[in-house]
């Protein structure tokens, strides 16, 4: 205090002058001091497409829709189709469910809604036209995908597709009452708007040439997708159907049941869908499969629907030959068990030469299907007939790229919508733009063991509720209502990102937590006790050394 | 109109808390003050006195209620006496550093043990310290308007004041009383106007820590306002002549003119040493009395000029401090030290625990006076088995005597 | 997840509370709910140095600084001369245990018997923590302090206040602590809207240095010792009228000492322990039984 330099200065009585923040600068006790730090949460690491997932939820709450949309928009254009058929992949790592008994957020059913409920925004036009013109080829969710981020660059973007409509597997793979063609229609029709170009009745290899496309082209992205059949290795095999075909027929009302019994060899999603399929459309369905349910590649929820539709599995089941008995078909079964383990993890079925037969109306196969390269030539390709690419897709050939299921065999939506987009950011780069997209997330995720969950509410998990319906090829789910959204959302720890919940600016004992619409740590103040930090539910803030700071 | 009543010491400072519109008033039971805060609790059950009355749960809580309320801008009064204002002794120090103008009556009684609730100045006194102002009554009349006289100057300098009654000669003896017009008092003494009332406007602290940067300074300006007290005390006394009609001085002389012999007094027993001296003026003996009212501030300047050049001064003490004298001898003799014409002090500690000090008892005391030669610091007055005279120079203590069992 | 508290700040920051001082934080959260027309009345304790020293100050509301044992009286004294004055002011005292539970009792059950119109915050860190960790009568059993060292620990049961308070029947008492904020503020407005009568509300007030303990653990501490029953969160309406806040979840016990080094005696003394569980169960049950009594129709709800 200055002029407390004579008596009469001084008021009467100790009376108080000034806040005690003027003079005492507690900061200075300080030996590590809380530092914000935005670092990855598991979700967002586990999703292959990298998704700011707390960041977007965070919008939500905050009743900012536009926000989560574009944030959600910078890797994934298509809310509303994953958020129906994701196998979830970042569910898998949330960190409340592995810190917690609690199930993990629903996040794929928050993304549905997300979708649903800006269906009717429009893609924003490019900024600016470059005047380059890509080609892509292959409708479906990767060539969708990069068509997007290429036309958002201001590219030109022609969208080639051998059949009459674009949307490939998500329109003819996918069952209606997984995702509704509506969807896949509109989706289509809001690249059409943002300026894309679609071709279709044009079959790469037959239609359109490869070299002729590089001609006539800054770059080329091929997506063609993994629809060729595999080999199943049956003795009888042309007397299976085709699963992935089948599916196609239905999605075109163009089948009938072959009977009421009906067998689908497979464990995979494909097989589920089949599956599920023919139980809908009337069958009895057996799926027969040659490992056991820990082995089964499908994911979980659709092995659960199928169960409920009532679909029947066999377990250690191995078709070994398909034989015609008059109308029916009879199929000798080997009774498998399971070895050691293979090199995916997953226990290896051993023979034990115990055969029993099983007939049926009808066999289907879902074994997996495989990529067509021919159209690629030799110089292309590597030895097993898969495309030699680099990791954004780029083929040996400049400016021609592939991805999605063309380059992986079968997997999943999400990871064909990465691939478009991964190779959309390197042709937009490789025509002489900077780094306009950004890549892959940076590391450093957020641990179950740095959050805590004290302050999580203890409520049901928010999955999509079952729609109420007599129409078994309408969507079976309905999405969550606004408000299951935001009382799912009040469940996430918000790992890595501040969503201002708040937690730090309650519990600080210095009042050093400055508040505006977030926290902002007023290091003159803080005497660095580590409350926040320790409290922080989404270990959002880090303690510092302060001799590396002033190092620093 | 004034009202003339016949009331007791303690009836009488109750009319002093009310036309002194005593705005909060806490109260504990002690003998012998205790009619003060009951016929207080009447006054303002009554509405006589618009006041907030807290039985509170002791002496020391009694002054730290009044501590809040005055802090709070609040007029605030209490009574006690002996063990009572012992236990307020924390807070009668805290009323001082907080400045607050509290005004207390206590009616002097002896500290135990042995329990006693009779007359002895010991319990004020053993408060000299503290920074309290203190008056000491002589009359019923005074029990009232000192109050008054005190609010006027504690609320000029911002510290306390306690008013001394003697136990039972003056809190039970019932004389006649003027008890003030309000409107006059209210002349005499405007509403309270405090150096702060804990506005939640202002947000300050008060009486935080203060380190050893600040504390002095904040203490020199108590020592300060202390000083000014003594010319504010005359000048209200004066005052209170004008407007109330009787004015009160710090010091009252009696038969002082051309006294060679001075007898010092404080409080009721003056009363009978003033009987003396005109019984020894009626001898020839040139005697004369001065009655100390002030105790604090010490009207040391006016005690020099007074005393200086007499034969002898007595002081006669109802009190003593073990280990030293007589405290109001103490004191005089402080005040006269180094000056050439002081006159030689001789303390006399009389009527200790209630003892009469009877006219008788000043004769006494002046015969001891005239015949003795030098000084001394304390000479004890009645003593049973000893006549006037210093303490005793070799004494041995007795052990108990086993208990005579009596079946 | 947001949390429904009052943003505006009452308290300044540079306070001298330690570093993690769940009496600083206690006064900051109580300060968010008590509104801007209040005074409080600071006995001796730890807030006679947070609050910091001459010429500053840390509250948005007045201060009156008062001796040890006087804050119920003195907070008395002060609403008296506020409600002379015609004034509603919200007086509140603050005081550590020693001034509550010790030294403060004497006046605090005068001022609760005559229902005074004042609200008495008793933030509890169980210790004499401003003179350097001394036991109090809040100290529960087993724990080491400077005057109830490790070879004799302190052997009684902590001070029943609130079975004290609640015995002079006052229109408002109740436990919080500021790891439960929320709970927290819902009291201090209780109590703030109460008016005309004495509340009280006791807040269990984590001291890193005296307890113990890493500083970063502080709400981790207070959390835990609701969750395992030893400081059940509760308020009692006229003295009769109970009424559980917040569920604990049988937390075990151990869990909360052994996060504080002050119950070291306590975990290395079996027998010691077990005492201590069974006062702590006891307490409970009466508590429960209490709660039932009051909510005939709600038994065990949450």
């Known amino acids: ?552 | 109109m004034p009202e003339r009543l016949l009331l007791t010491g303690n009836h009488a400072a109750a009319y002093g808390a009310m036309l002194a519109r005593s705005e909060v008033i806490s109260a504990y039971p002690i003998t012998p003050q205790t009619m003060i805060v009951e016929l207080l609790s009447e006054l303002t059950a009554s509405g006589r006195l618009d006041a907030k009355f807290i039985t509170v749960e002791s002496e020391h809580s009694a002054m730290a209620a009044c501590v809040g309320a005055s802090a709070a801008g609040a007029r605030a009064y209490t009574a006690t006496s002996g063990q009572g204002l012992a236990l307020m002794h924390e807070m009668l120090h805290w009323a001082v550093g907080a400045r607050l103008p509290i005004v207390l009556t206590n009616v002097s009684r002896a500290m135990a043990p042995g329990w006693s609730i009779w007359s002895d100045q010991s319990d004020i006194l053993s408060q000299r310290d503290v920074g309290w102002m203190m008056l000491f009554a002589e009359s019923v009349q005074e029990a009232q308007d000192f109050i008054i006289w005190m609010y006027r100057v504690a609320e000029q300098v911002f510290l306390p004041g306690m008013v001394g009654m003697d136990a039972f000669i003056l809190s039970h003896t019932a004389e006649p009383l003027i008890v003030h017009d309000q409107e006059a008092v209210d002349e005499y003494l405007p509403p309270f106007e405090p150096l702060y009332d804990l506005d939640p406007a202002q947000p300050r602290a008060y009486g935080g820590l203060v380190n050893r940067d600040h504390y002095f300074e904040l203490r020199y300006k108590i020592y300060e306002n202390m000083e000014r007290a003594g010319q504010l005390l005359i000048d209200a006394g004066e005052e209170f002549g004008d407007v109330l009609g009787h004015k009160y001085t710090p010091l009252e002389g009696f038969m002082l003119d051309d006294a060679e012999y001075v007898l010092v007094s404080a409080g009721a027993m003056t009363s009978n040493v003033r009987q003396a001296v005109r019984d020894l003026r009626e001898k020839g003996i040139k005697a004369g009395l001065l009655r100390v009212i002030a105790f604090r501030p010490f009207p040391v300047k006016q005690i020099r000029r007074i005393l200086g050049g007499r034969k002898k001064v007595a002081v006669l003490d109802r009190n003593m401090s073990a280990g030293h004298s007589g405290i109001f001898a103490e004191e005089v003799r402080s005040a006269l030290h180094g000056q050439s014409d002081a006159p030689p002090i001789y303390g006399y500690v009389v009527g200790i625990g209630g003892r009469d000090v009877r006219v008788e008892t000043a004769h006494e005391v002046m015969d001891d006076l005239l015949e003795r030669d030098e000084p001394e610091m304390a000479l004890f007055v009645g003593v049973k088995g000893l006549p006037i005279g210093p303490l005793r120079a070799d004494y041995e203590i007795r052990p108990l005597e086993p208990l005579e069992v009596v079946r | 997840m947001r949390w429904v508290v009052p943003e505006a700040e009452h308290m300044a920051e540079g306070t001298l509370g330690c570093q993690g001082c769940g009496g600083a934080l206690s006064m900051r959260l109580v300060l968010k709910e008590l509104g801007q027309d209040a005074v409080a009345v600071l006995p001796a304790c730890c807030w006679s140095i947070i609050d910091g020293p001459w010429p500053v100050h840390a509250l948005d509301i007045p201060v009156l600084h008062t001796a040890f044992e006087t804050a119920a009286v003195v907070a008395t004294g002060v609403k008296a001369a506020k409600t002379v004055q015609g004034k509603d002011t919200t007086v509140v005292a603050w005081a550590g245990d020693g001034g509550t539970f010790d030294i403060g009792l004497q006046a605090l059950s005068g001022a609760a018997e005559r229902n005074e119109d004042i609200l008495f915050i008793c933030y509890d860190n169980e210790a004499y923590m401003n003179t350097g960790i001394q036991r109090s009568s809040s100290t529960p059993t087993g724990t080491w302090t400077t005057t109830t060292p490790d070879q004799r620990p302190e052997a009684r049961p902590k001070k029943d206040i609130m079975g004290i308070i609640a015995a002079h029947r006052i229109p408002y008492a109740a436990t919080a602590t500021a790891a439960y904020p929320e709970d927290l503020e819902r009291k201090v407005q209780n109590a703030v809207a109460i008016k005309g009568g004495m509340r009280f509300l006791h807040l269990l007030s984590v001291c890193p240095p005296g307890w113990k303990m890493e500083a970063d653990q502080a709400i981790e501490v207070m959390r835990r010792a609701v969750r395992s029953k030893v400081f059940p969160l509760y308020e009692v309406r006229n003295g009769r009228d109970y009424t559980i806040t917040h569920w604990p979840d049988d937390l075990p016990l151990e869990d909360y000492f052994s996060l504080q080094g002050r119950f070291k005696p306590l975990l290395g003394n079996d027998e010691m322990l077990e005492l201590v569980r069974g006062n702590v169960e006891e307490r409970w049950q009466t508590l429960l039984a209490r709660h039932e009594a009051s909510h005939p129709a709600s038994v065990g709800s949450n």
């Open chain 1, 1 to 552: 205090m200055s002029g407390l330099d004579h008596v009469d200065n001084y008021p009467e009585i100790p009376v108080s002058l000034a806040p005690t923040s003027t003079v005492l600068k507690t900061g200075a006790w300080r030996s590590v001091r809380p530092v914000l730090k935005t670092r990855t949460a598991p979700c967002n690491a586990y999703c292959p497409a990298g998704i700011s997932i707390p960041e977007y939820f965070d919008f939500l709450t905050q009743d900012r829709l536009e926000d989560a949309h574009s944030v959600f928009m910078e890797r994934n254009p298509f809310p509303r189709i994953t958020g129906r058929v994701c196998p979830r992949f970042c569910e898998h790592g949330c960190n409340l469910a592995v810190a917690t008994d609690e199930e993990p957020l629903s996040i794929r059913s928050i993304e549905r809604w997300l979708g649903d409920h800006t269906a009717e925004v429009p893609h924003p036009n490019p900024a600016e036209e470059t005047g380059k013109q890509v080609a892509v080829v292959g409708a479906g969710p990767a060539g969708m995908a990069a068509a997007y981020y290429l036309r958002r660059s201001g590219h030109k973007v022609t969208v080639f597709d051998r059949r009459e409509l674009a949307g490939g597997i998500l329109r003819y793979g996918i069952p209606e009452y997984r995702l509704p063609t509506e969807i896949v229609d509109n989706e289509v029709r809001k690249l059409e708007n943002m300026g894309v170009e679609f071709r279709t009745r044009l079959a790469l290899g037959a239609d359109l040439k490869l070299e002729d496309l590089e001609a006539a082209y800054a770059a080329v992205f091929v997506a063609t997708g993994a629809t060729g059949q595999r080999s199943t290795g049956i003795a009888g095999e042309s007397l299976l159907e085709p699963g992935l075909a089948f599916l196609e027929a239905a999605n075109r009302n163009q089948v009938s049941l072959p009977g009421e019994r009906c067998a689908v060899i497979g464990g995979g999603n494909t097989a589920m869908d089949v599956a599920r399929m023919l139980q809908r459309m009337g069958a009895k369905v057996t799926v027969l499969y040659r490992r056991t349910l820990t082995e089964m590649p499908a994911i979980d929820e659709e092995y659960e629907r199928a169960v409920e539709d009532g679909v029947e599995f066999h377990w250690l089941t191995l078709p070994r030959r398909v034989t015609k008995l008059g109308a029916k078909l009879l199929v000798t079964v080997e009774q498998m068990r399971l070895g050691t383990p293979d090199e995916s993890g997953r226990r290896r079925p051993e023979s034990t030469g115990i055969m029993r037969e099983m007939r049926f109306d009808g066999v289907f196969s879902a074994t997996g299907e495989k990529a067509d390269t021919t159209p690629f030539p030799d110089r292309l390709r590597d030895a097993q007939g898969w495309l030699d690419l680099d990791v954004d897709g780029a083929t040996k050939d400049p400016l021609v790229y592939a991805g999605g299921d063309l380059a992986t065999g079968p997997a999943t939506v999400i990871e064909a919508i990465v691939a478009g987009r991964n190779a959309a950011r390197a042709i937009d780069a490789e025509l002489g733009f900077s780094d306009r997209w950004p890549a892959v997330s940076p590391i450093d995720t957020v641990s179950p063991a740095e959050v805590n969950v004290t302050y999580v509410p203890h409520h049901d998990r928010a999955d999509d509720p079952p729609a109420v319906t007599a129409d078994p090829f309408a969507e079976e789910t309905t999405t969550l209502t606004a408000a299951d959204v935001l009382e799912e959302i009040d469940r996430c720890l918000s790992c890595g990102y501040c969503n201002s919940c708040g937690t730090c600016f309650v519990f600080c004992p210095d009042g050093a937590i400055l508040w505006n619409n977030g926290p902002r740590i007023d290091h003159e103040f803080c005497k660095g006790c580590g409350i926040c930090v320790a409290e922080c539910p989404g270990h959002v803030m880090v303690l510092v050394n302060e001799r590396e700071v002033s190092h620093a």
